[in-house]
């Protein structure tokens, strides 16, 4: 099992622009969730997932949007990149008691 | 509105010295508690976890954490720490709601020298 994956590992945006991060796992985990790690500010969280279908807001969901038409995918969406959205972007999913992390997406917006 | 808080922002240690991470929570009723690591430049990784039972719990690699109630605590120790210890420590707690949310203390980046 390759686990949780996500893309790109890296990307820099110019204010305004909009990208979506891709992520994905292969555990047919219900649970999935995005998470933003800024520093010495610990993880927060943005959009989790139930299940296919299903998704709702998490502490700081201003500014990102999400879907989840597979079970195996929760891509998070940014439509107007603003410097407050500089951060480390982590996903993760879960079927029970422990949440199993990706890799991280490094955004810039300049 | 549940918190984690975890004391020492950064810790430097040398080799075979012993580590302690302070992690208190505030909520009233049952919880699940965890420790995650996050190793430079990689992902994070659960070290340990309580839901019940023995509040002494042992996780991977020498760590271990005790669950103490009355205090809203859930320290994180390890006897003799190693260069390869070095990385960030996040304390997380979910209120047994039937879903996992969690809510991540601000994280401990520990530095240990060889």
């Known amino acids: 099992n390759a686990g949780v994956t996500q893309t790109p590992k890296f990307r820099i945006l110019k204010i305004g622009q909009s990208m979506t991060l891709q992520c994905t796992q292969d555990?047919?985990?219900?649970?999935m969730y995005w998470y933003r790690q800024d520093p010495g500010m610990g993880l927060k969280l943005i959009y989790y997932?139930?299940?296919?279908?299903?998704?709702d807001k998490g502490e700081v969901p201003n500014g990102y949007n999400v879907s989840r038409s597979t079970t195996e995918d929760f891509p998070l969406r940014l439509e107007l990149a603003a410097p407050s959205q500089t951060s480390v972007y982590f996903c993760?999913?879960?079927?029970?008691?422990?949440?199993?992390f990706g890799p991280g997406t490094r955004l810039t917006v300049l | 509105a549940q918190s984690v808080s975890q004391h020492n922002h950064h810790v430097i240690l040398s080799e075979a010295a012993s580590l302690e991470l302070g992690c208190n929570y505030s909520?009233?009723?049952?919880?699940?508690l965890f420790w995650y690591v996050q190793y430079p430049g990689q992902h994070l990784q659960l070290l340990l976890k309580?839901?019940?039972?023995?509040?002494l719990v042992k996780g991977i690699k020498g760590f271990e954490a005790e669950f103490i109630k009355s205090k809203f605590s859930f320290n994180l120790r390890k006897p003799s720490v190693q260069w390869s210890d070095t990385a960030e420590y996040f304390c997380?707690?979910?209120?047994?709601?039937?879903?996992?949310?969690?809510?991540f203390g601000t994280g401990t980046r520990l530095l240990v020298s060889p």
């Open positions: 993760a999913s879960s079927l029970g008691d422990e949440q199993f």
């Open positions: 555990m047919n985990h219900n649970y």
């Open positions: 997932s139930v299940g296919a279908g299903i998704t």
């Open positions: 909520y009233g009723g049952t919880v699940n």
């Open positions: 309580y839901f019940s039972g023995d509040p």
């Open positions: 997380a707690v979910n209120v047994n709601t039937g879903f996992q949310k969690l809510v």
